[in-house]
């Protein structure tokens, strides 16, 4: 539902006066104020659409009935759809989705050495992150240094697609990559018009602090609106660095970048899925550093995610990451802590498990341990069952005082279907067993669970025309770039 305050989440860090107060500022500093939009394609387009354009400076001046008007047209919701055209995430209401982390430079070994990451990597996170039940997207999570940069973005949807039918999340690093990608996921999905109508990726396209939409990300905006790819807006609130100090400030200057590329979309498409995103970061002043995982951070995502849910928009934030740079106790704490509010704020889709590092760097460990957090995290949203069946009255009124529970028929039903049940990377044993098994710390036991799976777990494979096709289109892309071989790529 549009502009209103019946769909807010569980954990409201802002009170409808506060949401009507942020989203009344941004109409009036979006009309007086502006955006910069540094294409010349998206200033004629704005204009056309009803904004005001100062030519000389490149920024664009939104009426108010423009911005509320494209809010009215995207939708409140956003169906994806996995490699074999099923249905399987639906972005909208309480749902809520993890997903890996995106764009590390780093990789993570598994005896903790960090080098810069490549194809290889991406190629086993993809079967990795395949196997995990509680991570339902993949992701387009590093950096290819050793693929050449005129299709690193391509070359990671090309080994996403062909190592893991779940949907994915992407991107592209410059203006003809949205283009190659879209190729591939139409050949897949069985033409433009099929994945039109069931999409398989949503990409990501960031603006450039503050206030700012460059030339690739606003090329970005329009392409992907004109072939109907659902775009998430990624705005990086930095308080005392691109925006404000306040909280507040910071989140009024992504209100303003969030609903500027949106009013773009729409204007090229009108019904173009956006999602209401980000990845705020706190500015340490004392190192230097950005990092995510800050409370602060975590305390702008869940308020905006409330202006996302007023507006009726899919949401989607960065947490469940840590800005350790080992796989320790902090990670543990930051990835839990981020991942739980972003939860209980009603973030419908989270980025994050498997980072470290000022989301630098990837660790497959991590991601294993990570994966135990987002089903706790499931567990959690699920709340308390009521039914006369669950709260046992009957039950505790025949056994009274001192009954004996454990071998009643009903504890055996329900002892399957009530707790989380964590893998073995939780340790729940005693003392003696834990010792007994080698007194494995976490790490290890996540080392074990990479290994387990990497040798073992065969991801569905991809029909063969499909691949086939596949393999065809992105020799064609390799070939427009004059690239002949990679990694994994096709032959």
């Known amino acids: 539902m549009k502009f209103s305050f019946e769909n807010q989440p569980k954990f409201a860090i802002l009170s409808n006066s506060q949401i009507r107060l942020i989203h009344e500022k941004a109409l009036h500093l979006l009309e007086s104020t502006g955006v910069n939009f540094q294409s010349q394609e998206a200033l004629n387009i704005l204009e056309a659409c009803g904004a005001g354009v100062d030519w000389e400076n490149n920024v664009v001046r939104f009426p108010p009935e423009m911005v509320l008007d ?12 996995n490699r074999e055209g099923e249905p399987v995430v639906d972005v909208s209401g309480d749902n809520f989705y993890f997903v890996p ?3 590390a430079i780093k990789f993570m070994e598994s005896n903790g050495t960090v080098r810069q990451s490549e194809s290889r990597d991406l190629k086993a996170l993809s079967r990795v992150n395949d196997y995990l039940e509680n991570i339902q997207l993949q992701s387009s999570a590093l950096v290819l240094y050793d693929v ?7 070359y990671r949807l090309y080994l996403l697609l062909k190592n893991s039918p779940k949907p994915v999340i992407t991107g592209a690093f410059g203006i003809q990559g949205v283009h190659d990608m879209h190729k591939m996921l139409s050949v897949v999905a069985g033409g433009a018009d ?3 109508d069931k999409p398989m990726a949503i990409f990501d396209i960031c603006p450039m602090s503050s206030l700012q939409w460059t030339n690739e990300s606003s090329q970005n905006i329009i392409d992907c609106a004109s072939y109907g790819l659902p775009i998430e807006t990624v705005s990086m609130p930095m308080p005392g660095a691109a925006t404000p100090a306040t909280l507040s400030g910071s989140l009024l200057v992504h209100t303003m970048e969030s609903l500027s590329g949106l009013v773009l979309a729409q204007c090229v498409s009108s019904g173009t899925p956006v999602i209401y995103g980000g990845a705020p970061v706190h500015f340490d002043m004392r190192t230097g550093t950005t990092p995510l995982s800050a409370i602060e951070a975590t305390m702008i995502a869940a308020a905006y995610a409330q202006l996302g849910r007023y507006y009726g928009l899919p949401t989607h934030t960065y947490a469940c990451l840590s800005d350790s740079k080992i796989v320790d106790a902090q990670a543990g704490l930051e990835t839990a802590m981020s991942g739980i509010v972003a939860l209980l704020a009603g973030v419908n889709i989270i980025s994050g498990p498997g980072i470290l590092e000022f989301v630098t760097c990837i660790s497959l460990e991590k991601l294993i341990i990570d994966n135990e957090i987002c089903g706790m995290a499931r567990r959690l949203h699920e709340g308390l069952n009521t039914s006369p069946d669950a709260l046992a009255a009957d039950l505790i009124a025949e056994l009274g005082p001192g009954g004996d529970y454990i071998s009643t028929e009903h504890t055996f039903r329900w002892f399957k279907e009530e707790p989380y049940i964590p893998s073995s990377v939780i340790n729940r044993s005693n003392r003696s067993s834990w010792e007994a098994e080698g007194c494995k710390e976490i790490f290890t036991r996540a080392r074990e669970k990479v290994q387990e799976i990497l040798k073992t777990h065969q991801p569905r494979p991809m029909e063969k ?19 002949s071989t990679l990694p994994f790529g096709p032959r």
């Not at 494209?70 to 759809?81: V, W």
């Not at 050449?148 to 391509?154: A, F, M, W």
């Open 465 to 483: 025309e499909k691949a086939e096709a596949l393999d065809r289109v992105y020799n064609a892309v390799m070939s427009e770039h004059n690239i």
């Open 101 to 103: 982390g995106s764009s």
């Open 148 to 154: 050449p940069k005129l299709i690193g973005d391509s």
């Open 194 to 196: 099929a994945l039109r």
């Open 70 to 81: 494209a809010i009215s047209k995207a939708p409140a919701s956003l169906q994806l759809f």
